[in-house]
């Protein structure tokens, strides 16, 4: 019973902050100044071939078309319905493209590089993190600062830097993009080792970084854990070092699980401005264009879905933890 109400309570919270989440992400986009319908037919006039006329029936075809001639209640409740039919809408900028084929195309491509830098940081940072605190003196104080310095470095200057060394001076990899031109997406060897090779640098600039922040949080809560009295006590009780080396790990690992899991619910949208300096196709630079165009069903989509993951993520982690703890079963249902 304790552990199906506190279920039932955590479901009930994230469903709550899921309907809000659902309407600050339709009203946000239209707080930005601006008509996306103005962008599209002044973009469609540059050409001085189309008449005031054309545009003024060009401009009421739009506003019909993407239901912007209804009122803000009535665009709400077409959204809602739409969300959850699974239909994100049609693009402003792209027209008539569908904005579920556009995040198709582009989630991939973030998913490629951002989950594999994501695992790997998140082992070798932990496995680092705890060597140090285990060992401790040169090499633990080598690998704090090392840590805390690439933990601290936002992932676009390492992105610019590593884009700089080895792609400008050094050559050793292309400048940017995801593929050679002439080339399409698909599944062969040619392109995929192709692709490879504008792979690494979008990788390494996450990898890095994510390694250094997972180490300095190992490191920190394996020191201490290791100041815990149940360690003295066990040491005391005759324990051989190896079984409390599992309990201080064990234990040093649940903040890192939530690092984990919030790191891959932020997967989405996470290496946006990475994706921008390596002009890298994913949902990042595809995001930065919906802004720059006022392309509402997109900025829609890719925050949609960066908000459920998040809240799928943090969701998950609180009945993780709370099946594997009871203490916070406990804590959270309010008994002592």
Do not use: H
Request: glycine residues 10%; aromatic residues 12%; hydrophobic residues 50%.
């Amino acid at each position: 019973m304790k552990l199906g109400r506190y279920i039932a309570q955590k479901t009930v919270w994230y469903l709550v902050a899921l309907v809000a989440a659902v309407s600050l992400n339709f009203l946000l986009p239209r707080l930005v100044p601006g008509n996306p319908v103005d962008v599209i037919v002044s973009n469609l006039s540059r050409g001085g071939s189309v008449t005031s006329e054309q545009q003024k029936q060009v401009y009421e075809s739009y506003v019909q078309e993407f239901g912007l001639d209804q009122s803000l209640g009535q665009q709400f409740l077409t959204y809602l319905g739409k969300v959850f039919t699974g239909d994100l809408g049609t693009s402003f900028a792209y027209y008539p493209a569908a904005v579920n084929d556009l995040v198709g195309q582009a989630l991939p491509w973030s998913i490629a590089v951002q989950l594999p830098a994501i695992l790997i940081g998140w082992i070798l940072g932990n496995v680092i993190g705890a060597i140090a605190a285990f060992r401790g003196g040169n090499w633990d104080r080598s690998v704090f600062t090392t840590s805390l310095f690439l933990s601290a470095m936002p992932y676009y200057c390492l992105s610019i830097l590593l884009l700089y060394v080895l792609a400008v001076v050094a050559g050793v990899f292309p400048v940017g993009g995801a593929y050679s031109l002439g080339l399409s997406p698909e599944f062969s060897v040619a392109f995929l080792w192709d692709a490879l090779s504008y792979y690494w640098l979008p990788f390494l600039s996450l990898v890095v970084v994510f390694i250094g922040g997972q180490a300095v949080g190992m490191r920190s809560m394996a020191i201490y854990e290791l100041g815990g009295d149940y360690v003295s006590y066990a040491r005391a009780m005759g324990i051989r070092d190896n079984k409390i080396t599992q309990y201080i790990f064990r234990n040093a690992m649940l903040p890192q699980i939530t690092g984990l899991a919030l790191a891959i619910g932020t997967l989405v949208g996470g290496a946006l401005i990475t994706e921008l300096v390596f002009s890298y196709p994913g949902v990042g630079t595809l995001l930065f264009n919906a802004i720059a165009a006022n392309d509402y069903p997109v900025i829609q989509a890719v925050t949609l879905i960066i908000t459920v993951a998040v809240l799928l993520a943090n969701f998950a982690v609180e009945i993780a933890y709370g099946i594997i703890d009871p203490r916070i079963r406990a804590a959270k249902s309010g008994e002592k």
